[in-house]
């Protein structure tokens, strides 16, 4: 199979061929095109690779009645927004309702070969997070414990191996032991949710964590303007950072600093919840409660619009507005939520646009006023196609 198209980081036309399930070549197109015909060809890039989706389209991976036709049914949904590879992921909850959802996830893994081909692990966000006000967000207090290797263990065993991720706070006795053990696993552990000083931070690097969770959210509304877990976090060169850029979690500022210090090392997640992919207007959550979703896409609390209730807005998004605020190019910022997290992850698509690499492909254009925007037109994955605008 051929598809024209331009090349997401060059603008030039190409034909890239696949060929059982890879990219096979990748060349310039041998005709002369007019203006018009150049402006109907899409833009094709790397499928997008995201590390922490709590749930979109009504589906939410934390329900506690969670199926594996649900997470069938949010494979599917979630590649309308340009994604070929997720991490569904977990939150703090009760033992057996955290117990249910791996089970859930990894017999949809074991039933489908979709879900198999684009869950690429569990991300566990909890319970081993900081029980302070702001650090645990809105993470439910009474079920926040310290690391136990014990109940890790049961929740992988559940998966059937797939968790991936976890997200903690290295300020709990005895974390440095936890990650040492999940590492060995072959886990990423990622600093998040913390109120750890410096020094717990530190020894989590050295104990074996390599990435901070949206990194700047999660935290005291107030922090002593030095030291603090941002600074420490920012100045560990081992670790890489994910950030939410929707717009509404993180002041451009904060992102421009983020993304200096880290370069390729920050990275691009969504942190959708369930109502993300809904139409705007009132929700109920068992989480937050009654909640609003703007036209804009903001989510917030009914009774209180100065506070989020999580993310509602996918990858695309969040690509957009890095490049229409100038602080990354297109191609850039789509490598933040592509091939980098793919490259972190060590996932066969990290190498991206390429020969050789999976047929792994999302067909985009540039929508809105002066192109700021981004559509998907197709998302073509292990090279057949799985999304088609209609």
Request: aromatic residues 6%; hydrophobic residues 45%.
């Amino acid at each position: 199979m051929n598809i024209d198209a331009l090349h997401y980081r060059t603008g030039e036309p190409v034909r890239v061929t696949l060929q059982e399930g890879f990219i096979a070549a990748i060349e310039p197109l041998d005709t002369e095109l007019t203006l018009e015909e150049r402006a109907e060809l899409p833009m094709v890039a790397p499928g997008l690779v995201d590390l922490q989706i709590n749930g979109y389209g009504g589906y939410d991976f934390n329900h506690p009645a969670l199926g594996a036709e649900d997470v069938k049914k949010a494979v599917r949904a979630i590649w309308g927004e340009g994604v070929t590879g997720f991490y569904p992921t977990v939150i703090t909850g009760a033992p057996y309702t955290i117990l249910g959802a791996m089970r859930a996830i990894a017999r949809a893994c074991e039933e489908d070969e979709a879900s198999a081909a684009t869950i690429k692990g569990i991300h566990l966000e909890g319970p081993f997070l900081s029980p302070e006000d702001g650090p645990r967000g809105a993470h439910a207090l009474e079920h926040i414990r310290p690391p136990d290797t014990a109940l890790f263990d049961q929740w992988q065993e559940a998966s059937g191996g797939r968790i991936s991720i976890v997200t903690l706070s290295p300020e709990w006795e005895g974390s440095a032991e936890f990650i040492r053990h999940c590492v060995r696993w072959g886990v990423t552990i990622s600093i998040g949710h913390t109120s750890a000083d410096a020094a717990q931070i530190a020894g989590a690097v050295a104990a074996g964590a390599r990435l901070s969770t949206h990194l700047g959210n999660g935290a005291h509304a107030m922090l002593p303007r030095h030291p603090n877990y941002l600074w420490a976090q920012l100045a560990a060169d081992e670790l890489w950072c994910t950030l939410i850029a929707d717009g509404f979690h993180l002041p451009d500022e904060v992102l421009k600093v983020a993304m200096k210090v880290k370069g390729q090392r920050a990275l691009l997640v969504s942190d959708a919840v369930a109502l993300a992919g809904l139409a705007p207007g009132s929700y109920d959550t068992p989480v937050g409660g009654r909640v609003v979703l703007t036209p804009a896409g903001r989510l917030h609390l009914a009774g209180e619009p100065g506070l989020l209730a999580g993310s509602a807005q996918m990858l695309l998004r969040h690509i957009a507005r890095l490049s229409a605020a100038g602080l990354a190019s297109l191609p850039d910022a789509w490598d933040m939520a592509s091939v980098h997290p793919a490259g972190f992850m060590a996932l066969p698509a990290a190498p991206g646009l390429a020969a050789g690499a999976p047929a792994d492909l999302a067909l985009i254009r540039r929508t809105g006023p002066g192109g700021g925007g981004l559509a998907l037109t197709a998302l073509c994955q292990a090279g057949g196609w799985v999304y088609r605008r209609e």
